[in-house]
Structure formats: C-alpha cells, structure tokens
C-alpha cells in the first residue's frame, strides 16, 4: 500500500504543477487583455477535477494505512529456528559421540504454533500452513522486567528499614540524620531442563522435529518456568518463587463486604501503600471465568466481552490467568519494581548421540534448557492470599 500511496501522491503534485501553469497562463492573458478560449477554460476545470480526485484516493489511503498499519514479520518459534539454523543443517554427517548445539536468540523467539496447554500430534503425514492467533497467551515472565547475567549469582541489596527524618531546620541549627539500612541477599542462578529420545529419522524430518520441540520441548520448559516463577521453594535448588515471599493480603480500607472484584482492587491498594503501584494480576483461570461471565442484575456482563480479542485486564491491570496459580488464590504486585527476571542461559538446544545404545538403534537425545535466576526487590510490593468474595457481581449493580 505504501508504493501505491507514494505513487498517487506523486500523481497529485504533478497535477498541481500542471494547474499552477495553466493558471500562470489564465492570469498572464487576463492581464493583457487577451481573450481567453473555452478550450484553456475546460483544461483548467478537468486539471481542477482531476486533482480533487487523486486527493481523496491518498486521503482514503491514508485513512485505510492508520487503520491498519503494517505490522512486522512475525517471530518464530524456538523449532522454527532450529530447523532453520545451520547446525541443525549439517546434523545429518553427526557420528556417535558427537554433540550438537544450537544458539537461541530469544529477542526473535515468538510463541509456539499450539498457544494454550495441549501441544498437539507429534509427527503427520502431511501438515498445512498453521494457522496462528493475533496475539501470544500472557506469560508471568512478561509481566517482570527482563535481565541477563554472567554470573551464577545475584546479589540484591535490598532495603530492610528507612527511618525518615527529614524536617525544617531553621539557620544555624544542627540538620537531621535519616537512617536507611540493607540487607544483602544472594539469589543462586537455577538450571530447568528436559530431554526426549528421538530417531535419527527425525533430523531430516524439519516439520516433525519443529512440531517436537515446540509442541513439547519449548512447551514443557516454559511451563515448569512459570510454576517456579510462581512457587518455587528456594534452597539453592529451586527459584524462589513470587507467592513464597509475597506478603499476605490485609484489608486496609474501611470496606467490610467485598466480592473477588473487590478483593482484586484493595490488593492493588495495599501494593500501593507500599509505595510501588501495581502493574498486574495472577489469577486461576476458573477464578478468571468467573470474573469475565459475572452480570449485573439485568443480566449485562459487568467487565466481560464475549466478542472481545484484547488482552485481559482489570482494574486497569493485565491478567495473567494460569493453572499453574492454585484454584481460589490470587497474586497482584509491582512486577515490573518490585521483582526482576536475569536469564544467565537463554533457552538452547542440544542434540547428540548419548550412547551406544543411541548409535546401533539409531536414536538421538534432544535436550532443551535454560539457566535463570528471580531477583525480588520489595516483597511488600506483591499481595497474596485467598478469594474470600462469594459472589464476583458488586453489590447495587
């Protein structure tokens, strides 16, 4: 649309020159006297026509562009660059022994061709173009900040205790002395990997290798990423998780009787008490429908959309609704402040041959791994506990 737009604007001033010659004409015989014929007169008025014309097909084009604007090319999926990298290429001369790596660049990495939880047939005789929806499912990962890291450590100083002493200090008199004390803590960089048995067929089968990796490799990672993200236990061996270190929910208004819509709306006002302003919510996808289909006493629905296709949100917040949150609880915070992601190994590929055994049957081990650690800020600034509202509808609705 854009070479089209380029050429019909081209088109319009080229018109306009030719309509500022004839008029330069028009006025130059008017002036003289001269008598102007009826054939200058229509040339004039067909250029006038013209021009008009051409200027509402760029202005229509140009509605049309902003309406619908180009969007980039879309990212692939972690098989896609697999099957595309030439490592992979050349893995066809791979002997026993050997292993092969495969480097991912996550910041072009998109979803998988299967976006909710069934990862679909491994291998099929014959696969068509996938048919992919507008927008990836929401992650936990994208509601925090994204990080990297060289080391196998992270030291977060964080804030125990600010004591404010601030205060007018008339001349000549001694200022104040506030206090402001840390506490460093060491966050331990956590490896998450699987692997599946493959033939040595696969390798050459792009469609079924790509639909292994994403439909499971890739899919499984992700999903015991989010789990830890969400409640791992710590000790070294595990992330530690969001919801271990998040404080617990407190009603700090006046409001006695509140529903879970409710409940969602004093959980952001006590993150903001801390001082961070919440940036998300962590439901339980039941919790979520539950939500989205509450109506009113007529019967409208009070947030939900049955035709809607945007992101899920509340109290102006995103949604994140996952299996991996347990039934009947909740998590809101600052995720973006109060809590940091450092990917130490971005998520890889690795496929060899694992041992003999591997060699005479023709089999390779595919391993998929990443190495991250979560860094927490604030826990002050995360808010969880039990859905204690009965009914999602607000009263008086």
Request: overall charge negative; hydrophobic content about 35%; some cysteine.
């Amino acid at each position: 649309m854009a070479k089209v737009l380029k050429e019909k604007q081209e088109a319009v001033n080229k018109a306009v020159d030719e309509v500022k010659g004839l008029g330069e004409e028009l006025k130059g015989k008017l002036a003289k006297g001269d008598k102007v014929t009826e054939e200058l007169k229509n040339d004039v008025d067909k250029l006038l026509t013209e021009v008009n014309g051409l200027k509402s097909q760029v202005q229509d084009m140009e509605q049309a562009q902003a309406r619908n604007p180009v969007t980039s090319q879309g990212k692939q999926t972690l098989g896609g660059m697999v099957v595309k990298s030439e490592q992979f290429k050349s893995c066809a001369n791979i002997s026993q022994g050997d292993k092969l790596h495969i480097p991912i660049n996550t910041k072009e990495l998109g979803g998988s061709n299967n976006l909710g939880y069934s990862a679909g047939a491994l291998v099929q005789p014959h696969t068509v173009s996938a048919v992919t929806l507008p927008e990836q499912r929401l992650m936990v990962r994208d509601l925090l900040t994204p990080g990297n890291t060289d080391s196998a450590m992270i030291i977060v100083p964080r804030e125990e205790a600010f004591q404010n002493n601030a205060n007018v200090t008339p001349e000549g008199y001694v200022k104040p002395e506030s206090q402001l004390n840390y506490v460093q803590e060491t966050v331990p960089v956590v490896t998450i990997a699987h692997w599946l048995k493959a033939t040595r067929q696969i390798l050459s089968d792009a469609s079924g290798l790509q639909s292994m990796i994403d439909g499971r490799l890739r899919y499984g990672l992700k999903l015991k990423e989010e789990q830890q993200l969400l409640k791992g236990t710590g000790g070294g061996v595990e992330i530690d998780g969001l919801i271990p270190n998040a404080t617990k929910f407190k009603n700090e208004s006046n409001v006695k009787d509140f529903t879970i819509i409710d409940q969602l709306r004093l959980a952001t006002l006590q993150v903001v008490l801390s001082g961070y302003s919440a940036t998300g919510h962590v439901l339980n996808p039941v919790q979520w429908a539950e939500i989205e289909m509450a109506k009113d006493d007529i019967g409208r629905y009070v947030i939900g959309n049955p035709q809607g296709q945007t992101i899920p949100t509340l109290w102006g917040q995103p949604v994140v609704a996952t299996p991996s949150m347990p039934q009947g609880e909740f998590l809101t915070g600052a995720f973006k402040m109060g809590a940091q992601i450092f990917d130490r190994w971005e998520m890889g590929i690795n496929i060899a041959f694992n041992n003999e055994s591997d060699f005479v049957r023709n089999m390779v081990t595919i391993l998929c791994e990443e190495r991250l650690a979560l860094a927490i800020y604030r826990k002050d600034a995360f808010v969880t506990g039990k859905l204690q509202g009965a009914q999602t509808t607000p009263p008086n609705s």
